[in-house]
């Protein structure tokens, strides 16, 4: 570690939320260009700097502060220097001439001990001169903070945060509560402020530690897919975090229930626990769902009758179930369709589609991703949109949507179908529901043998297991799509089936290996060299998907080695490297998590912004189109040729999309997909998992690994468990 010790002569970048900065520093060698988190320095001011040099590709020899201490001005010059650089509002540079001229060496101490002395200089009234005081006040104790929290560990960023938050409060809220932290401030979670909190000395039995880890357990069930926890199950995963006896946490409960901060509800006889939101969430939801469910007068031999002018029109001919589907569509203000691949649900749309057209009606089409939206306008030649468009996404507050439908302003239409149900969680539907007007007709249609949602909930699941609402079971496999084994062999797999693996198909390929490496090797021909040709795709469409994140046929371990083949290290492609990961002009990569705020642009050939709009999701696939160093920003394109504009700092929300997670596929359909398939944990390698990787595939589907694995998947139904409350929210809003 090195030490650097100058003037602030110019700075050129300030990030003001988290004080990233880059400046000019003249010491008295050098005028160096130094990087770092610099909060709250404004020029002229002197500092000590540790850290070390780094040569930047674009910008040479630079210097990256890990720590600095801002130095009172040793000498008249430098006093001056720093009083007229604007760091304090009202004085310029001639004024701290004369500031600095009258009181010499004794400068910074009149303005800290004698601020009303400054009156005596000319140009300063008495009201400027405690204004001045006041802002000097604010600056040193801002930097005292700083000094404060860098003592326990606190990084220079994160002490930023603290300070704007609390102001001088802190220190008594870090004695007393440091677990408010997790509370109050985005991006600090339970285990930094129980890291802090050791540091300052609070006991591990403190009803402040157990309180906050409990409700911590609860946010990490929600990552999980769970909107709440059985009461027992959640005293057992608190303790092994908190590391002290189920008993400690127990008797808080109550406690935390009388303040608003969870609810406890018994179902089935079994206490269960939620975060007051998700329960709050479900019941709402519930009600919306009740009230949506209105029955319609239609006689039966007029919607016959128009069935049958539909199918000669359209020259196809729907089964018992599709008719009835369409029937429980046009008699009742919710209906749910739920069926396979290959069953007929595009038809069953197309003809609800139709016969609502032919009354007149105003329809919305939407799906939650926008792959599925895009299918969607495909299959039925109507626009589709994503479900946050649908309702005119605004970017709300930082880190949760905001809608422009609501209640207040709902959608205008007479008929809503939202397809791949199955995807949207809790958060999404409730937030929906809330836009769609009472007399809308909503009709769900789903795979409810999907994996569930992304986020927490399992709503399609819930809605159908309630047994409130009138569900149609679309189970026939059609003759066109009784020819591919893809979908045969799906629902094979769906059925508990064995599936042959015997390579005759023209689409559903086993290619037995049992080595990871060999594996990824054959990975790598087919991608390259075998499928593009036989499905008339790009090998970048050719998808990889695979159970897990981690080990030898993980996500992050494949799309390394796909990398170096797929894209390769090139002098004419910039790269940026970004943790573990070096991203590189031309890589395929995806959105990790949902940001409702990030702008969007599609462009002209000249590069001008055409059409803007917000958020890019979770799931998200793009390729990334520059890297520009200078800027620090990396343009990623995704999907409908949107242009999203990263900077360095945002890279945390993107990763290398060669292979994917078979959850992160949901709702998408590739031309081919490969599937490495060797050994994992039982509770992850289930039926299910493996029903909505095959079910991706629109073309050609090649599974490369160990043969026995597959079949044990098929065997293992044990999916893992979600917990929710939908179900039972509905049942008890029986009659509403």
């Not at 990087?35 to 930047?56: A, C, K, W």
């Not at 003592?151 to 004695?175: C, D, F, R």
């Not at 080695?561 to 492609?573: G, T």
Request: charged share 25%; net charge negative; proline share 3%.
């Amino acid at each position: 570690m090195e030490t650097l010790k100058g003037y602030v002569e110019h700075i050129i970048y300030q990030n003001e939320e988290n004080g990233y900065t880059v400046l000019n520093l003249v010491s008295e060698e050098e005028e160096i260009t130094c990087v770092g988190i610099f909060h709250g320095v404004g020029e002229g001011e002197t500092l000590e700097l540790s850290g070390e040099y780094t040569d930047h590709p674009s910008y040479g020899r630079q210097f990256k502060m890990v720590s600095f201490q801002v130095k009172p001005p040793e000498d008249i010059l430098s006093m001056e220097r720093y009083l007229g650089s604007g760091a304090i509002k009202g004085i310029g540079a001639a004024l701290a001439t004369r500031i600095v001229r009258k009181f010499k060496q004794d400068t910074f101490r009149i303005i800290e001990e004698e601020p009303e002395r400054l009156a005596e200089v000319k140009g300063i009234s008495q009201r400027k001169a405690m204004e001045i005081a006041e802002q000097a006040e604010g600056k040193r104790e801002q930097r005292q903070a700083m000094i404060f929290l860098q003592q326990y560990g606190v990084s220079q960023s994160l002490a930023v945060k603290i300070y704007q938050t609390y102001g001088a409060e802190l220190y008594g809220i870090l004695k007393e509560n440091p677990y408010r932290l997790a509370d109050d401030i985005r991006g600090v979670g339970f285990r930094i402020a129980d890291e802090i909190a050791s540091r300052i000395g609070i006991h591990t039995d403190s009803d402040f530690r157990i309180r906050s880890g409990i409700l911590y357990t609860l946010i990490q069930a929600s990552l999980e897919g769970h909107t709440c926890l059985p009461k027992q199950l959640l005293s057992q995963k608190a303790s092994e975090l908190l590391k002290i006896e189920p008993e400690y946490i127990e008797k808080h409960y109550m406690d935390l229930a009388i303040n608003k901060k969870l609810v406890i509800k018994e179902m089935q006889d079994i206490p269960y626990i939620y975060a007051p939101s998700y329960y709050y969430m479900e019941m709402n939801t519930a009600v919306m769902l009740k009230r949506l469910d209105i029955s319609y007068d239609v006689p039966q031999i007029e919607i016959e009758s128009r069935i049958r002018s539909i199918e000669r029109s359209s020259d196809f001919e729907l089964d018992e179930l599709q008719v009835q589907a369409v029937r429980e569509a046009v008699c009742h203000g919710l209906v749910v369709i739920t069926g396979g691949p290959g069953t007929g649900k595009t038809t069953t749309i197309n003809t609800i589609i139709r016969y609502f057209e032919l009354e007149g009606m105003d329809i919305f089409l939407a799906a939650p991703t926008g792959r599925a939206a895009k299918r969607m306008s495909e299959t039925t030649g109507f626009e589709a949109k994503t479900i946050h468009r649908m309702l005119e996404l605004n970017g709300g507050v930082e880190d949760s949507a905001g809608f422009e439908r609501n209640e207040e302003n709902p959608l205008e239409t007479d008929v809503i179908i939202v397809d791949e149900m199955s995807m949207v969680d809790s958060s999404l539907m409730h937030s929906m529901l809330k836009a769609v007007a009472a007399g809308t007709r909503l009709i769900l249609v789903g795979d409810v043998n999907q994996l569930p949602s992304v986020g927490a909930g399992s709503v399609l699941k819930d809605i159908i297991e309630s047994e409130q609402f009138h569900v149609v079971r679309l189970t026939r496999i059609f003759r066109q799509a009784a020819q591919s084994d893809i979908i045969v062999n799906a629902h094979k797999i769906n059925g508990g089936e064995e599936v042959v693996l015997d390579n005759k198909s023209m689409d559903f390929f086993f290619l037995k290996r049992y080595d990871a490496n060999v594996i990824i090797s054959v990975v790598i021909q087919l991608i390259q060299q075998k499928l593009p040709g036989f499905v008339d795709a790009e090998p970048f469409d050719i998808q990889v998907l695979t159970p897990m994140r981690k080990g030898l046929l993980g996500v992050e371990r494949l799309n390394h080695i796909l990398q170096q083949y797929l894209n390769p290290q090139d002098k004419d492609k910039t790269e940026k490297e970004h943790g573990d990961i070096v991203f590189r002009e031309g890589d395929k990569v995806m959105q990790t998590k949902n940001n409702y705020q990030l702008e969007w642009e599609i462009r002209s050939k000249y590069g001008l912004a055409i059409e803007k709009g917000l958020g890019v999701f979770n799931g998200d696939m793009g390729i990334i189109r520059s890297i520009n160093h200078y800027q620090e920003t990396v343009t990623v394109e995704f999907e409908e040729c949107r242009m999203v504009d990263y900077s360095f700092k945002q890279m945390d929300e993107l990763e290398l999309a060669y292979a994917i997670t078979i959850h992160k596929s949901q709702g998408s359909e590739y031309p081919a997909v490969v599937i490495p398939l060797l050994t994992g944990p039982r509770m992850l390698m289930n039926r299910n998992l493996l029903y909505t990787a095959v079910t991706r595939a629109k073309k050609c589907v090649t599974l490369v690994g160990n043969d026995v694995t597959f079949q044990q998947m098929i065997a293992n139904t044990s999916e893992q468990k979600r917990y929710t409350g939908l179900r039972e929210r509905l049942k008890e809003t029986v009659g509403i």
